[in-house]
């Protein structure tokens, strides 16, 4: 079961223009992550923000989080081309106990596209 | 540090085959996760390994089952494959692998996947 939900579901934009992504998650929470993955491969780590921290920035991506509305977003400024892809937010904890062992829950993701 | 790796990239099987894929991980990583990623149900937690041990496992029947080596290198495997096997599988390896009973889990280092079709 998906731990979120991002919103919006696709994003098509022009090359300099931001791009804002949402995400939603349902538990509390450790870390949030976001990850970028290119059609179809692996993922790639973009950042990590702790449930203590409430903005982060790396390069020309910034993340927020409000864990009082269990969400945070992902700003991508000056977007090029190479943006494209999908952008996943993850979460590492659940309900009902267990175990966190490894385990990141993954929301549905973003599609971005970047047009030249 | 070379990246994480997985073999094969791409594999075509037939319903009721069986199936083994293998991930290995940076060097010094001893948490290895796998993911299923299909267009339904997106990204899905399969089991975790670390140091030749299962210590955490995603909602899958048995027929999706896996082991680790002494050197971290990991394996999944997946028996009586039906078509809804048919999906993107994805290893990751990490340091921080998270605790007992919730504990945080880190960044996550992924391979590129093996592509499974079930025809």
């Known amino acids: 079961s998906q731990q979120g939900e991002e919103d919006p579901q696709a994003l098509s934009i022009q090359e300099g223009e931001n791009a804002t992504m949402n995400c939603s998650y349902k538990t509390s929470i450790n870390n949030l992550q976001w990850y970028r993955q290119n059609s179809g491969r692996g993922l790639v780590h973009l950042i990590l923000i702790r449930s203590n921290e409430r903005e982060k920035h790396s390069g020309r991506l910034r993340v927020t989080l409000d864990t009082s509305k269990k969400s945070s977003s992902l700003l991508i400024t000056a977007s090029r081309a190479a943006d494209t892809a999908s952008y996943f937010c993850a979460t590492d904890k659940t309900n009902a106990g267990g175990t966190s062992y490894g385990k990141l829950t993954f929301g549905q993701g973003t599609i971005l596209t970047v047009h030249p | 540090k070379a990246g994480v790796t997985q073999t094969p990239r791409y594999l075509i099987k037939t319903r009721g085959q069986q199936v083994t894929l293998s991930c290995s991980p940076i060097s010094g990583h001893r948490s290895v996760s796998w993911y299923q990623q299909t267009p339904g149900q997106g990204l899905q937690f399969l089991f975790e390994y670390f140091s030749e041990t299962q210590r955490n496992k995603g909602n899958f029947p048995g027929r999706f089952s896996g082991r680790q080596f002494s050197n971290s290198r990991s394996e999944m495997n997946v028996s009586t494959l039906e078509l809804g096997d048919s999906a993107l599988y994805l290893c990751?390896?990490?340091?921080?692998?998270?605790?007992?009973?919730?504990?945080?889990?880190?960044?996550?280092?992924f391979g590129p996947g093996t592509r499974l079709t079930v025809l």
């Open positions: 990751a390896s990490s340091l921080e692998a998270g605790s007992f009973p919730s504990g945080p889990v880190g960044e996550q280092f």
